[in-house]
């Protein structure tokens, strides 16, 4: 087992690296900007070492100064987290020729799989489903025709030059066809120039599925189920949750035994995750390989009991994976929300700044993964991720009804974060019917705000009592008070005491 | 001690006299003369406890920049301006400045990465002046009104703070 690792990375992120490094007794080393130096990633680290300004391009993203401080403190191996050089080939590369070894992928399956269009050509070497539909124009409408009902209406007519919406034209059934082809066309032509249109598989609402995967170095791979993350704003998963509400059993075998033959298929090794698009029908459609660990991994653990980061660490140092994980079920259900430093309030600018106070949920079936602490000034710079917070229980019903707990006693001041628009979809009957998909909060939030919950009787007295305690803490008027009152008895004894004085012989 | 709290949320404004009188680590409290069954404790800085006639409320009280306090109670939220009557001095005089000469500030710490407008530049309310990144994030700082720009402070490439002034409409 290694010796030393070095986290190449911030936040809770590497956060969640320490801890799991420490349990398996490797020591750590963090690196940090010169705004992190007082981060937790910083403080719970064995060593630390700065490695830059503010700005990642010149410290977090710097593979050159990650290499030094991994050689000048004698690691064995690194982390590279997720964001910033998690997925970039040539920091594997740069692990190999400095004898370090990276505890992920290697290089080259990260670029066989890691693009989209080279992920989509190995899904297609593997015989797994991509969205049908041709990326090359087709000239006779005739020939588009016969394509559009071998996929299946709907079907998205797509201008080789389109953009904004302009020359698309969705299709709901045969009918509709040739109106909608000339309509597409001729929109197409006005507004680029260029009159060609291409035919693709339109999903009604689909789902955001993924798989995640493992991999050892011997030629084992194992799928350990799906989390589903379709509850997503403007492309950025918000809330995931494991099991999917609409996979079966039948369908998670399915969807398992693909990932696993396009990871087969790429030489993939290590922690791996393949997204998939879920129609209504429950047909389901390759979209990509994340080739890291995966923000949403906790809930995945929650339901299999497995840790996965050490499970990186043990496979990137030539463990194998055990034969019992290939029918891996999961039990009970567990669900992650995103908590960020932004204000839902204000179209969600990011809010950093200092964090005046804090309370943390605990409790049964909760679980917190985060890099800020009470005092602490959340950058700027960075992604605004300030925690992730898990909870799990026997249903999805528990499991709402717990996080909707722990949201309640969550409360952070002195930045805004988007703890509110949680206690909304939480309440959402689509959401607790499981009924959703990757537009739907999209759509939630165009739809106007109900009312706020009830406020309880007595809430505005509380608080404008709370507002005058706040105040008489701060002004001194507590020791101004006490100071006059002092001052007034004292007069009054003074007084005495001199004119006692006056009569003194 | 006796302090005016005005209290703004989704329900409404409303406004008390508040009395508090110290009585060991607590206080008695006074609302609008009456008193009432209340206890106050701040068990943590910038936290209070309240049982008001036996209901237990929790108070997180964040200060603003510009005097008001911002209270938090659950995920209900109030912004709260308090005057002590004994220092009408410190009393704020609310929007003298709707009109005429505005300034546009940063709503956040961040880099100024671009100015979209200069100065002398004709601008209508809520059109974009400058755009500030921050987190990653790249936001457009709009127009408070109508008007021209009649200076612009900020420059491209330049880290301001959040309150700070980027520039001024007229």
């Known amino acids: 087992m290694f010796k030393k690792v070095l986290i190449a990375n911030r936040g809770e992120i590497a956060v969640r690296i320490l801890r799991a490094c420490r349990e398996m007794n490797i020591k750590t080393v963090s690196v940090f900007s010169e705004v992190d130096r007082t981060s937790l990633h910083v403080r ?9 300004p503010a700005p990642s391009r010149e410290s977090y993203l710097c593979i050159d100064k990650l290499m030094d401080v991994a050689k000048r403190t004698g690691c064995d191996a690194l982390h590279p987290g997720y964001g910033f050089l998690a997925e970039n080939p040539a920091l594997p590369r740069a692990c190999v020729d400095s004898g370090i070894t ?19 050509q190995l ?3 593997a015989d797994v489903p991509t969205v049908p539909g041709t990326s090359d124009p087709i000239e006779n409408p005739e020939e588009a025709r016969s394509l559009a009902s071998s996929m299946g209406y709907p079907v998205l007519l797509k201008a080789i030059a389109g953009g904004g919406g302009k020359g698309m034209r969705v299709v709901a059934t045969e009918t509709e066809f040739a109106a909608a082809w000339r309509d597409a066309a001729s929109e197409a032509l006005n507004a680029f120039g260029d009159a060609r249109v291409f035919v693709e598989k339109y999903l009604i609402s689909p789902r955001h599925v993924e798989i995640q995967i493992f991999s050892d170095a011997h030629g084992r791979v194992v799928s350990l189920g799906e989390r589903e993350c379709s509850v997503q704003r403007r492309h950025q998963k918000v809330v995931e949750e494991a099991p999917s509400p609409v996979v079966t059993p039948d369908l998670r075998r399915k969807m398992g035994d693909a990932a696993v033959r396009i990871a087969r298929a790429g030489g993939y090794v290590n922690a791996g995750t393949v997204e998939f698009l879920v129609d209504a029908s429950l047909n389901y459609y390759f979209l990509e390989v994340n080739t890291r660990l995966q923000v949403e991994h906790p809930v995945t653990e929650q339901v299999t009991g497995l840790d996965l980061v050490k499970l990186q660490i043990a496979i990137a ?6 034969f019992a994980w290939e029918t891996i079920t999961p039990r009970g259900h567990a669900m992650e929300v995103r908590l960020y430093a932004e204000d839902p309030d204000n179209n969600f600018f990011p809010s950093p700044g200092k964090i005046i106070a804090r309370n943390a949920p605990t409790g049964p079936g909760i679980r917190l993964d985060e890099g800020v602490y009470e005092g602490w000034t959340v950058p700027m710079e960075y992604d605004p991720l300030l925690s992730k917070l898990i909870a799990w229980g026997n249903s999805r019903e528990e499991t709402i009804a717990r996080l909707r707990r722990a949201l309640d006693e969550y409360t952070i001041t002195g930045i805004r974060s988007n703890v509110g628009l949680f206690r909304r979809i939480l309440t959402e009957p689509e959401f607790l019917r499981g009924e959703i998909h990757t537009k739907w909060l999209d759509e939630l939030l165009a739809r106007p705000r109900p009312m706020d919950s009830q406020l309880r009787e007595g809430t505005e007295d509380a608080a404008m009592i709370a507002a005058a305690v706040w105040q008489a803490s701060q002004t001194g008027h507590t020791a101004d008070s006490a100071a006059a009152s002092e001052q007034k008895t004292s007069s009054w004894k ?9 009569h003194m012989p | 001690m006796k302090f005016e709290v005005q209290l703004q949320g989704t329900a409404g404004k ?6 508090l009188e110290r009585v060991g680590e607590g206080y008695k409290v006074r609302l609008d003369g009456k008193l009432v069954n209340a206890d106050a404790m701040q068990i943590a800085p910038n936290t209070i406890s309240i049982l008001l006639e036996g209901q237990s409320f929790e108070i997180y009280v964040s200060p603003a920049p510009d ?11 109030f912004i709260a301006e308090v005057v002590d009557p004994r220092a009408w001095r410190g009393r704020r005089h609310g ?28 601008v209508e309310a809520g059109q974009g002046l400058v755009v500030v990144e921050a987190m990653k994030m790249q936001n457009e700082i709009r127009s408070p009104k109508k008007g021209k720009v009649e200076r612009l402070l900020a420059k491209e490439g330049q880290t301001v703070n959040a309150g700070e002034i980027l520039g001024w409409v007229e």
Do not use: C, W
């Open chain 2, 14 to 19: 409303k406004q008390r006299l508040v009395e």
């Open chain 1, 317 to 322: 140092a030539g463990h194998r994976l055990p």
């Open chain 1, 494 to 502: 003074l007084a005495g005491r001199r004119e006692q004085l006056d």
């Open chain 2, 95 to 122: 929007a003298v400045e709707a009109e005429g000469r505005q300034p546009v500030n940063a709503p956040m710490p961040g880099k100024v990465i671009r100015l979209l407008v200069k100065a002398g530049d004709d």
């Open chain 1, 123 to 125: 899904a297609r070497r």
């Open chain 1, 102 to 120: 990276f505890i992920g992928p290697p290089a080259e399956a990260m670029e066989a799989m890691g693009s989209k269009t080279a992920g989509k």
């Open chain 2, 67 to 77: 005097g008001t306090l911002k209270l938090q109670s659950g995920p209900h939220e």
């Open chain 1, 44 to 52: 719970l680290a064995d060593e630390a070492y700065l490695i830059g």
